[in-house]
């Protein structure tokens, strides 16, 4: 049996205290000796167990009987939690390698009783966000490192659909399987170039709209680095990569062209 008091971090960030395989939260601070401080079982509200800790830094001052047995997994859990944040907080490895990294060799008890990988990913992005592990804006479009996080949703679909890779000339396209496929079932395409939102190393936010039971709906974004008709041809030459994504149509894609190089102006 584990005598020693380990820590781990709630979800919320809030330390846990977990000794003999039972787990507390903190209630409060002794009012006659401040250095006391009260930790009450984790199950508390949901089982009415009325396990208590009182701990003096890391030696246990009191500890009380609790109304149900000790549960080895979930300090297993805890501890698989802990790593995955610690990972997140002091790395740039992506979501899934950090996951796939602390939950490799984990008892299946224990994996069946983890969060979901969703739930995961959230945590990981909110300890990075916690952290202020937000990368820094790059000087130039040379410098742009897209961390994998940003080019997918929490569920892994891809949002980034083609970068065109490192350079001043550097185009980006975003958008999802289903929004392409409203894009294809539309009858009406609006499209449209912004460049006060744009980020400043690009030159234009290019969105493409559609109608959606009645709603217009922007469904492709792109950002460009000019408005010629090169950017325009060479955006045409990410179809491949689109249908690939997509299964949308020929058709659809040379639409697209079409309305990339309506907007377009001369060299
Ligand atoms: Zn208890």
């Known amino acids: ?11 919320k960030g809030k330390p846990k205290a977990c000794y003999e395989r039972f787990v507390y939260n ?19 509200r949901k089982d009415h167990c009325s396990g208590r800790l009182h701990l003096r830094g890391n030696t246990v001052l009191k500890s ?28 740039e490895e992506t979501t899934m390698m950090i996951i796939a990294s602390q939950c490799t060799g984990v008892s299946e008890v224990t994996a069946a009783s983890l969060p979901t990988e969703r739930a995961l990913k959230r945590q990981i992005q909110r300890t990075r966000n916690r952290n202020g592990r937000v990368p820094p804006l790059p000087a130039s479009l040379e410098d742009l490192n897209i961390p994998d996080d940003y080019k997918t949703f929490d569920d892994g679909e891809l949002f980034l659909l083609h970068d065109s890779g490192p350079g ?21 395409w609006f499209a449209d170039g912004t460049f006060k939102v744009a980020p400043s190393l690009f030159h234009q936010l290019y969105t493409i709209h559609c109608c959606c039971q009645g709603l217009m709906m922007p469904v492709v974004f792109a950002l460009l680095p000019g408005k010629t008709t090169a950017v325009y041809r060479r955006v045409l030459q990410v179809h491949n990569t689109i249908i690939l994504f997509s299964m949308i149509s020929v058709r659809v894609i040379f639409i697209i062209f079409i309305i990339f190089m309506t907007f377009s102006t001369p060299y």
């Open 64 to 91: 009380s009987e609790h109304n149900h047995a000790p549960d080895a997994c979930r300090q297993n859990v805890l501890k698989v939690v802990d790593s995955i944040k610690r990972q997140a907080s002091t790395t």
């Open 168 to 188: 001043s000339q550097r185009i980006l396209i975003f958008s999802t399987h289903e929004n392409l496929m409203l894009l294809s079932e539309s009858q009406h």
């Open 26 to 44: 903190k209630k409060e601070t002794s009012k006659s000796d401040p250095t006391v401080d009260f930790y009450v079982c984790e199950r508390k």
């Open 1 to 11: 049996m584990d005598r020693h008091v380990t820590w781990y971090l709630s979800e």
